[in-house]
């Protein structure tokens, strides 16, 4: 009885199998743009091994291996970069002067609700062998993917602005001023060109690149960490005790708001399938889930601990004074110099580094992200040095022109960048609801679509970012002196906002399958 249960098992492993090399032939021929061509892809299957093609006839993942772990490794540390941003440090700087160690429970609450976030974007790229913004382009109608794409371009280069910026502040404060934030901003621009050369050499040479950018973030900032001394009470406190100031409650908005990022949601799913897995076994798919998910949480752990280190020595040196509530990017490495002095290395000189090195990184895979978005939306067939030249266009230019309007204001800047974080608050609905919308259709993941509770869990998180981007648009707005006409304008934008919203939603509830391609895959 045991035996004939097992044969049912694995026959309808075989044929679920089978339904999903279907699918992925017919993807092939549908996607004629991919996010990286076969040749590109970094190979994990170790052939000839017997007890793996066992577990794997099964249904089950191969045992567990260090080797193929190491080779899983660089698209959860790329995606990290996104929690790393120059706009997330302002955000840890910030938090740190004005709530001191008490916002660290929220950081650490906020990096696990990006991972499960994270995460469900890697499933959706494992398991269809496609990226969200290709699924948008075959799941919704040709407007409303318009609009989705229109969105996601439009929070990338408000990123974008922000990283370019950072590295610019970087640059002047290693140049002692000398140089100009303009000329910054064109110096990282060709960061592009550094980009589109390694990319030539593999995926591998530019995830090296990547970890040097992260090690010298980490280095950096733990130096900081280990000059000022923070009290070690103080920080576990911070880390184990929920509490908010209700003098803090913008800084704890800002924590969230600056962990999830429309863009990082695309790049992540198309990062993954710089492996070469084969989707229609759906014991290689589980198998890359895993190594992914581990990869995924040890980035994220790294991540966490420099935002940490930031949060804690502006905490140390600036909670409880006078400047708490005027530092910003632009200001933080005078203030720190002021308040710590030289030493053997001094720490102005530390703390641009390691903003440099987080402004280079996140502009570069703003570039990345930008490819994908665009190829996925739009089914560009033309060359990935155009494609990343086009989208490095899209943020560069507004970007000089912002650099050569607020160079010698520091107040302005800070202004500049509290409109972008608004700016990215908004699209976050437009990359959260599709891909909860996606994970959980079953003609899109077959049996790797996500349960009930993971399900709840995911949309309760998306509820919660939600609400506290929308406390932050309304602060935001409220704070400002608008016109009469200015009202009218936001109030007709704001309709048609909650009304694609709405949309976006009621596709999950009520899913129109006569107009996928995907539903058409199991007829």
């Known amino acids: 009885m045991a035996e004939k249960s097992s044969d049912e098992t694995i026959t309808s492993i075989l044929l679920e199998d089978e339904s999903r090399r279907a699918r992925s032939q017919r993807l092939d021929s549908l996607l004629e743009e991919r996010a990286y061509d076969s040749s590109e892809k970094v190979r994990v299957v170790t052939e000839g091994k017997e007890e793996e093609e066992r577990f794997l006839d099964e249904g089950n993942a191969p045992p567990f291996s260090w080797r193929k772990l190491w080779l899983f490794t660089g698209p959860g540390f790329l995606m990290s970069i996104a929690f790393l941003d120059p706009g997330n440090l302002e955000g840890d700087l910030q938090a740190g ?15 696990v609700m990006g991972l499960i976030i994270q995460l469900l974007a890697a499933r959706l790229g494992v398991a269809t062998g496609c990226h969200l913004a290709e699924i948008c382009r075959e799941e919704y109608p040709l407007w409303a993917r318009l609009v989705l794409w229109l969105m996601a371009e439009v929070a990338l280069i408000g990123a974008d602005i922000q990283e370019v910026i950072g590295s610019a502040i970087a640059l002047s404060i290693l140049t002692n001023g000398y140089l100009p934030l303009w000329a910054g901003v064109l110096i990282t621009a060709l960061d592009c060109f550094i980009f589109l050369l390694l990319e030539n050499y593999g995926v591998r040479k530019l995830e090296a690149l990547f970890a040097l950018f992260i090690g010298t973030m980490a280095l950096s900032f733990a130096w900081m960490f280990g000059e000022t001394k923070p009290n070690g009470m103080e920080l576990l406190l911070g880390l184990i005790i929920p509490r908010i100031n209700k003098n803090a409650i913008k800084q704890a908005v800002s924590v969230v708001g600056c962990i999830i990022m429309p863009h990082n949601i695309y790049l992540h799913s198309a990062l993954v399938q710089s492996r070469m897995v084969d989707t229609s076994r759906r014991g290689r798919v589980q198998e890359a889930l895993n190594y992914f998910s581990i990869e995924a949480g040890l980035a994220l752990l790294v991540s966490f601990m420099i935002n940490l280190f930031v949060t804690t020595v502006f905490a140390k040196g600036f909670y409880g004074t006078e400047a708490s509530g005027d530092i910003g990017l632009a200001n933080a490495g005078t203030y720190l110099q002021q308040r710590y002095g030289g030493g053997l290395f001094p720490i102005l000189y530390i703390w641009g580094i390691g903003l440099l090195a987080a ?8 570039t990345y992200a930008g490819q994908f978005i665009m190829a996925g939306f739009l089914n560009l067939r033309i060359k990935k040095w155009l494609r990343a030249l086009i989208t490095r266009s899209f943020a560069i230019v507004p970007t000089v022109i912002v650099a050569l309007i607020f160079d010698s204001s520091e107040g302005t800047l800070d202004a500049l960048n509290e409109w972008l974080n608004v700016l990215q608050a908004m699209q976050i609905p437009f990359a959260l609801i599709p891909l909860l919308c996606l994970v959980s259709k079953e003609h899109v993941m077959g049996s790797f679509m996500i349960g009930r509770t993971l399900k709840g869990v995911s949309w309760l998180i ?5 609400i506290i981007n929308g406390y932050l648009l309304v602060d935001f707005f409220a704070s400002e002196l608008l016109s009469m006409g200015a009202m009218i304008i936001i109030i007709a934008i704001t309709v048609l906002y909650i009304s694609f919203i709405i949309y976006l939603v009621a596709q999950a509830i009520w899913p129109d399958k006569s107009r996928t391609t995907f539903a058409k895959l199991l007829h």
């Open 97 to 111: 002067a004005v709530a001191g160690y008490s916002l660290l429970w929220l950081l650490l609450w906020a990096t």
């Open 359 to 366: 402004g280079q990184s996140s502009t570069i895979t703003g």
């Open 462 to 466: 998306a509820v919660l970012v939600i």
